[in-house]
Every structure is written in C-alpha cells, then in structure tokens.
C-alpha cells in the first residue's frame, strides 16, 4: 500500500503569533506540510508565483491589511483555482459565511474552532476522509 500523500498547505494571516502557532499545530498531524506563512494576502499571492509546489489549501484571515481575505480569494478562484481557500476569522454571521463561499472560499473556520474541526476540514477540501484522530 503506497503512503497517502502530503497535504501542501499555506498560512495567511497579519499576526505573526497566530500564524506561528497554526503552523506548530498543522505540523503535527500527520501528512501535513506547511510550505510558506504570508503576512497579507498581495504577499501571499507574490509567494505563489515563487513557488515550484502549490499548496493544496491556504488557511486564511477575513481581515489583513493591503489584500484582505475576500478580495484574495476572489483572485486566488481565478489565479489558482485548483487551490482550496479556508478563511479563518472570529466573525460568525451566516451572510458573510455564504457570502465567502459564494466568492470561491471552500470553506469556514472560527478561530475558536477546535484542531479536530480545523483538520477534518482541511481533509474535506483535498477529498480525503479522517481515519483517526490525533
């Protein structure tokens, strides 16, 4: 039986501690890899030109400073549709949620959402079905 392959994911959000720690958490689930964290959506989008490997989900913040979370997915759904958007946000209104998948988002996180919520969602996004828990 051949290994299942590494999830390829990216991190963008504008607090450094944020983005460090959901890096710390993604590492340690197996078959996750974290290629690049980006402090705002335009870097985020120059980091992906750069890039020889695309991720396969970018874990994202609604709200970032030069391109915010709406506005980068809008871009990432034409520039890169094959990658999967996650926003992460604090925000919980129903509209703004339909509004998001509506733009291309794959999916809604809140940032108080537990790291079994977060990785069976990131599971859904690349097709995959969580066997265990961590």
């Known amino acids: 039986m051949s290994p299942t ?6 991190i963008a959000d504008d607090h450094i501690l944020f983005r460090k720690g959901l890096r710390a958490l993604l590492t340690g689930f197996d078959e996750m890899e974290v290629l ?16 020889p490997v695309r991720p396969d989900v970018i874990l994202m913040d609604l709200q970032m400073p030069v391109l915010d979370g709406l506005q980068t997915t809008r871009l990432l759904r034409v520039q890169y549709p094959q990658v999967r958007v996650i926003i992460i946000s604090m925000h919980d209104e129903p509209e703004l949620i339909e509004s998001l998948k509506s733009e291309g988002a794959f999916g809604y996180l809140l940032k108080n959402a537990s790291p079994e919520e977060m990785r069976r969602l990131i599971y859904a996004a690349v097709g995959r ?5 961590v």
């Open 129 to 133: 079905k969580v066997t265990a828990a």
């Open 36 to 51: 690049f964290e980006a402090g705002d959506g335009q870097d985020l989008l120059e980091r992906l030109d750069s890039v």
């Open 5 to 10: 392959p590494t999830i390829r994911l990216a």
